[in-house]
């Protein structure tokens, strides 16, 4: 397994692999690494002949700066993690290696003031501006995303479409634990009696669903849902909402939604959407 740290390295070893005729799938992550990144991983090795996962946490993307610096970090761990799995190349450039002096700052157009975008204002303009960076070094065939960041699978997707088209964009299913919840970096950050809550909170969150009758429309399940979340027990939400999987609107039956939420425990802040 290579580790690469520099952009030029990087694009010689890429080049080669393309004088080869090997596809090459590429995950972007943030590290902190663990099974639900395994599954983009298996995927991507399932797809290609070789496999690049990058390692940034990108600043441009936090809107708080103790998140930021709060964010976990297990270099040593991630090296092993990805060299169990097999990956053939880990690119972990530092900050000053991405962003040089007067880099263009996009901005996002897609999904806007909804979910996470409408408490996260930049948080997506940091996402689409770093991805575009990666995607002029990393040169791949396939890149793959997680169902987990719906909203921004959305937003990459159009993305995308929009500036790098010959490019296949991959969606994985959300890898969750036996008690249900999704793995996250972030859920490293739990005591073991937030993490129990956490479980319990989710649990809820789906008998909730499975109880709802399939009839109503998305305004109606939102109703409920105000009433759902404010009986639980937790600090604060941003959200908890249906929206319509196709365009993340409001509009439709329920059969067509996913329940998106994004809950605190404790300074942490968790997102998932969970499907019928
Ligand atoms: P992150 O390192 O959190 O930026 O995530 C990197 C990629 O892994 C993103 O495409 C995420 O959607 C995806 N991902 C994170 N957690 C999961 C999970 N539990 N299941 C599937 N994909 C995930």
């Known amino acids: 397994m290579l580790i690469i740290k520099d952009i030029s390295n990087l694009k010689l ?7 080869k005729g090997y596809s090459l799938g590429y995950i972007p ?19 290609n002949k070789k496999t690049i996962v990058s390692i940034f946490v990108n600043e441009k993307q936090f809107n708080k700066p103790e998140d930021f610096e709060g964010y976990p970090r297990n270099k040593g761990k991630d090296y092993d993690f990805c060299d169990q799995f097999n990956v053939d190349v ?19 157009k897609y999904f806007k003031n909804i979910l996470c975008d409408d408490f996260r204002p930049n948080h997506f303009d940091g996402v689409i501006t770093v991805l575009n960076k990666f ?3 990393v040169k791949c065939n396939k890149v793959y995303f997680g169902e987990k960041d719906y909203q921004q699978l959305k937003i990459v997707e159009k993305f995308i479409q929009e500036k790098y088209s010959s490019l296949e964009l991959v969606s994985v299913p959300t890898a969750r634990s036996e008690e249900g919840i999704a793995f996250s970096s972030r859920n490293e950050k739990l005591s073991k009696k937030q993490l129990l809550e956490f479980e319990l909170f989710h649990k809820a969150s789906l008998k909730f669903m499975s109880d709802l009758d399939k009839d ?4 109606q399940a939102n109703s409920l ?31 067509e939604t996913r329940l998106f939420y994004a809950i ?13």
């Open 90 to 108: 880990i690119f972990e450039p530092s900050s000053e290696e991405i962003y040089q002096e007067n880099e263009i700052k996009l901005e996002n």
């Open 264 to 276: 605190y425990k404790g300074q942490v802040r968790l997102i998932d959407n969970i499907n019928f």
């Open 29 to 47: 992550t943030m590290g902190a690494l663990h099974q639900g990144h395994g599954q983009l991983i298996k995927q991507s090795q399932k797809d």
């Open 13 to 19: 070893y890429l080049q080669a692999y393309e004088n």
């Open 216 to 219: 109503i429309n998305i305004n």
């Open 225 to 255: 849902a105000k009433e759902f979340i404010r009986k639980q027990a937790i600090e604060k939400f941003d959200y908890f909402e249906f929206r319509n999987i196709s365009d993340l609107s409001l509009d439709g039956s329920i059969q």
């Open 135 to 137: 995607f002029s070094i």
